[in-house]
């Protein structure tokens, strides 16, 4: 499981006095705990979350940083931003390989094909499918315009 293989990354950082590791691990297990506490008021919700939940928590960590580097770049930061790529890194470590541009698309095609997606309106079944078939491994944002490219030209 995906959640044990982060708390023997947090043993091993521990071990190594890899500090800048350390905290990213553990700013990991914080925001998966939060998630975890935010799931026990939803329906069935409650226990350890799944490594589709883990994937999902991951890429929003990503995205976070993506942005405040980008930001402390601007800001001439270099500092600042170094240690969100840092963090950005770890982040990646646990996530599976991500789909290439033609990997989206061949994924995205067959996804319209196999829910029977005729036009823009489908949109969002055709990204639920997706949603559910790739969590962890596919940038839906760019699955997105991949989506809309595909229906709008059929």
Known sequence: ML???INES???AMKAKDAARLSALRMITAALKDREIASRVEPGGGGPLADEQIFQVLQKMIKQREDSAAQYR???????????????????EFLPKGMDAAETEAAVKAVIAEVGATSIKDMGKVM?????KYPGRMDFGKANAVVKGVLTAG
Do not use: F, H, P, S
């Not at 639920?128 to 559910?132: N, R």
């Open 3 to 5: 959640r044990d293989r």
């Open 10 to 12: 947090v043993k091993e």
């Open 74 to 92: 601007q800001g001439k930061r270099a500092d600042l931003a170094d240690k969100e790529e840092a963090e950005i890194a770890v982040c990646l």
């Open 128 to 132: 639920g499918a997706l949603k559910t």
